[in-house]
């Protein structure tokens, strides 16, 4: 009953939030807030939009197999965040886009607009179902399967609670109920730390030693070139993740877009995302005192590492070793940080519908019933995923990243590092066989010489993507 009553608490501060900022709304609200969000709220907020809940559950298991090398990536992020600030932004404050594909429609055509956004529309539905899909599992687990609720109502009603609050105002909303969930989603993890740290018998001094003197701290990775975890590798991903995953994402660039001016949208940019640094490394360094915490009770660790902390969960409660009702935590922290990156994706899946696809900006009943059918399609895909699922979340995220958001990269690099024309008709052709291609070298190379591509994949099919491009400029000049 406690856990239900903080997840109602909850709500009703989103809700309260919604109902404020909601007010005398309009399309133009809906898509943008009318240009007036202060850029420290969006920085803020995106910190927990960024993050979601495959972050709190998957990335302090990630210690099991790969030590703390993801800070690597991390590294390559930061990078990544200075480059669409500086690239990317002042291009679409320029052209004073609600939609950020529209660019390439103005740059290479109808059909590549098009593309570009039906791209996008496949890329979000399916990573934030995949992300949503966390906290479907986890409120599942500790909240409605004891009540004999199925999971699939649990899935229409999660989603419901989302359509309620963000029905109205839209991004305008999300600017402030995202920087709720970002302080909710800190306070939990801070706390948890606190606690396994308390229960290990250390000092919040003494964590930053025990944590940096255990074998699971390794960072970097120079040697070892076949390894999915060599440094230029990571670092050269990170930079590449964020391009697509953010610089043409139009889910990540929304709330960027609704900044009042250029100068604030690259502040509230450069801000988020070198705080994502240490956010990382709080989440991994969790991960490793969970497996000491393991250690001292003589527990066998996880063999999967997306069950390290919420198997944490289940045996600490069990045992009750603090004062903190961890659970609590742990699903306030799940639920800020899934219903941050959800309910963004949800608009901006809205918005491109609308804007991109059916070319209607200024239909007020559109937006209203697309907003309706997004969120059932995007129920369905949870429960898809959940039949199908096989790998940890982390990685699924970055393979469905790979192929779908491969060509996007490409399609932008093209229009931004080239001046040539582009065959537009033959862009759509070239979208799909890309990823085919892509996955034929992946499967080939691992076939023969046992390597198999990890972030990598991106660069790879974006490359595709920008060869048949250039390709079929060829046909146009001759």
Sequence with gaps: MTIIAIVLAYFALLFAL?????????NETFYRANRQSPWYMVAFGMIGASISGITFVSVPGMVLNTQMTYLQMCMGFILGYVVVAFVLLPLYYR?????????????????????????FLLSKMTGAAVRFYVVCIILQRFVFEPQGVPFAVTTVILVLLIWLYTRTGGIKTLVWTDSLQTLCLFTALLLIIYKVATDLGLSMESVVGAVDSNTLSRVFVWDDWASKQNFWKQFLSGIFVVLVMTGVDQDMMQKNLTCKTLRGAQKDMCTYGIAFLPANLLFLSLGVLLTMWYQQHGLALPANGDDLLPAYIQTATNVQCSMFNVQCLF???????????????????????CVDIMERKDDERLRKRTHIAVCAVFVLFILLFKTVNSTSLIDAIYIICGYTYGPLLGLFAYGLLTKRPVNDHLVPYIAIASPLLCYAIEYAVGQTTGYHFGYELLMMNGLLTFTGLLVSSHDINS
Excluded at 20 to 25: L, N, V
Excluded at 98 to 119: E, F, M, V
């Design 95 to 119: 052209l004073n886009l609600t939609s950020i594909y529209a660019y390439l429609g103005q740059r290479l055509g109808r059909h590549s607009h098009k593309t570009g956004s039906w791209l």
């Design 18 to 26: 919604s109902r404020w900022q909601g007010r005398r709304a309009t």
């Design 331 to 353: 699903v306030l922290g799940i639920v800020a940080a899934s219903f941050s990156s959800a309910d963004s994706a949800l608009t901006s899946l809205t918005t491109i519908y």
